[in-house]
């Protein structure tokens, strides 16, 4: 079975503001490549509905990393940033 890095997975310009007005296209560009991932600039993307239920179902096993968000938005130290870095942990 091959790694999530030698998989030819599309790119979700997540950040760009084009993709914050509507990401509908680019999700759609994404599906078409791949049907439940794709790259971002923070790692990956899950898209696919089936594939996030699996993932929460294995919850135990994972440890997201949200510190490159808290650090975009400059927030660290904040009730906000407190939250993202526990929410899915605990």
């Known amino acids: 079975m091959a790694t999530a890095a030698e998989l030819d997975i599309p790119y979700l310009p997540v950040t760009d503001r084009a993709f914050e007005i509507d990401p509908i296209p680019y999700l759609a560009e994404a599906r078409r490549r791949h049907p ?14 089936q594939a996030i239920k699996d993932i929460m179902m294995m919850e135990s096993r994972i440890q997201p990393s949200h510190e490159p ?5 400059k927030a660290e130290g904040t009730p906000w940033a ?8 605990n």
Do not use: T
């Open 82 to 89: 407190k939250y993202m870095l526990e929410m899915i942990n």
């Open 69 to 73: 968000v808290v650090a975009l938005y």
């Open 36 to 49: 439940w991932v794709a790259k971002c600039d923070f790692g990956y993307f899950v898209h696919g509905y």
